[in-house]
């Protein structure tokens, strides 16, 4: 999961995340593990794994922040859901805006809508 507008103290609560264990390593080194790992790359932080039901990616949204849940293909924001797709049929988008990824999907190859 993907989460712009946060920072580390916010998610460290809604994921139960434990700062003063981390420890800096690469994402290869924790897929075996029982353990989360979180990056930061321009303001919006990644979380693997993170859970990214409805309910939990639309909690994540207060105050401001947005995620985008890859794993189920979902994006929400200011507590609705936008859009959600299958990652085999992306042209079958729903949710309250369906074009909110619109401007991130120009020149991807993607099927045509």
């Given at each position: ?92 988008r729903y949710g309250e805006g369906p074009e ?14």
């Amino acid at each position: 999961m993907w989460i712009e507008g946060a920072d580390l103290d916010a998610l460290a609560s809604a994921f139960q995340l434990d700062l003063a264990a981390r420890n800096p390593c690469y994402l290869s080194e924790i897929l075996d593990h029982e353990s989360t790992w979180v990056a930061e790359v321009n303001g919006w932080f990644a979380i693997v794994p993170a859970r990214d039901d409805d309910a939990f990616l639309r909690s994540v949204t207060e105050g401001g922040r947005r995620p985008l849940s890859l794993s189920m293909n979902m994006y929400a924001r200011d507590g609705r859901m936008l859009v959600a797709f299958a990652p085999t049929r992306p042209e079958d988008r729903y949710g309250e805006g369906p074009e909110a990824l619109d401007h991130l999907t120009d020149g991807a190859a993607l099927p045509d809508q």
